[in-house]
């Protein structure tokens, strides 16, 4: 809340030095300050070109408005009832996905990887695009967690949504992950006994300068995914993955409801919001089947 209105507050101060509003004070508004501010974001420089995004714009105006109203501007029952205040529609954002190409390229390139963390790495890029589990799911899986005799792995660490954890839930590991998955637990084994260690808790264990065994930080994760790009000069999103499992599912066939059930959404509306949507050749496809 800071950050937008005193972003806010700086664009109000740029409009009052180019006389566009007779006012920073926003106890004293008015109608035609605010139709500047909304002219300002459409025509501003912004990160994406000319003017702020849509949904960013819409954002700031209801920022605009939950102070102007917490302050008792009157202004802001001339903004609700005018028939000329209009924000841009918000346009669904772009869902980034690795092509089934790119993704076997990727995977292509850290079979060159040398040590544990180029295990690790395999391994994390094979479970989280043929699985779609989150980021901490996999990082905090047990051993005991898989299940190799029907490739499944429970999800003991699910995301907190709502203040309430969500329910325990069993994810399928599908084919095209199910040798990489063999060959970790092989290195596995050959990397705890490297260290005079038998078996331990964690599915992807970390061995300490102590000697001691834990599970990944979340930052740490995130290195041995940086050192992979650096190493092999490739560009990845561990949450592009996530992503890539669901589109992929989806341009095979599989339903949006299919898909929005192994991602474990409350919503079909926040799988196709920000994980996958029916590509357009796709859809003219199966409507040019009907005629």
Known sequence: M?????RIGKAFVELKAAGKVTTTNPEKIRFQDALAFLAWM?????KYGSGIRASTQENY?????????WLENPVVQELEMSSIVRLPRKEPPEVVVLSESALKKLQTRLKDMPGWNGCVTRFMVA????????????????????????????????????GWLSPVAVVTILPPARQE????????????????????EPLVPRILRDGSVDYWTDAMWGKVKGEAQRVEGI??????????FAQMCRDRGGSIEAVSRVLRHRSILTTEMY?????????FRELESLF
């Open 235 to 244: 560009s990845f999103q561990i949450r592009e993955l996530r992503a890539t």
């Open 127 to 162: 479970m989280y695009a043929y699985t779609g589990l989150r980021r901490s799911e996999l990082r905090l899986a047990r051993l005991r967690d898989l299940d190799k005799k029907s490739w499944k792995i429970e999800v003991a660490n699910p995301k907190v949504q709502s």
């Open 42 to 46: 459409r025509t501003c420089p912004g």
């Open 61 to 69: 105006f209801e920022y605009l408005v939950g102070l102007l109203r």
């Open 181 to 200: 998955v063999r060959d970790f637990l092989r290195e596995r084994k050959e990397y705890l006994s490297s260290h005079d260690l038998g078996e331990c």
């Open 275 to 283: 994980y996958a949507r029916m590509r357009p050749e796709a859809a």
């Open 2 to 6: 800071q950050r937008r209105l005193s």
